[in-house]
Nanobody, 124 residues
Framework: VHLVESVGGSVQAGGSLRLSCAASGYTVRGYCIAWFRQGSGLDREGVAT???????SYADSVKCRFTISKDNAKNTLYLQMNSMKPEDTAMYYC???????????????????WGQGTQVTVPS
């Protein structure tokens, strides 16, 4: 299984950025997949999940600003980030579970496969 995130970048506060995660050896249609992030000196935290029937969940810190989605035909996961804030600065990772539904809690330990991460910076 390989999960490859798109290149992140630097975005001004209030701006938008879309991340993608291309999967191989794994079908995004069939399992729970997610985005996590890890700021400097911080624990890796869950950002959003999406299950096989499109149900989504979000961390409180990103609700109404971020949108997780997937394209089953392209076998790709996306994270649309709007109204970005300096506190969104982090390494962003896509993650894949082996279950069709997403377990509650956005817990790192629930996910088996991980991408290499991509840096997103929102200067203050």
């Amino acid at each position: 299984v390989h999960l490859v995130e798109s290149v992140g970048g630097s975005v001004q506060a209030g701006g938008s950025l879309r991340l993608s995660c291309a999967a191989s050896g794994y079908t995004v249609r069939g399992y729970c997949i997610a985005w996590f992030r890890q700021g400097s000196g911080l624990d890796r935290e869950g950002v959003a999940t999406i299950d096989t029937i499109g149900r989504t969940s979000y961390a409180d810190s990103v609700k109404c600003r971020f949108t997780i989605s997937k394209d089953n035909a392209k076998n790709t996961l996306y994270l649309q980030m709007n109204s970005m804030k300096p506190e969104d600065t982090a390494m962003y990772y896509c993650a894949a579970d082996t279950l069709w539904y997403c377990r509650p809690g956005l817990r790192r330990d629930d996910f088996t496969y991980w991408g290499q991460g991509t840096q997103v910076t929102v200067p203050s």
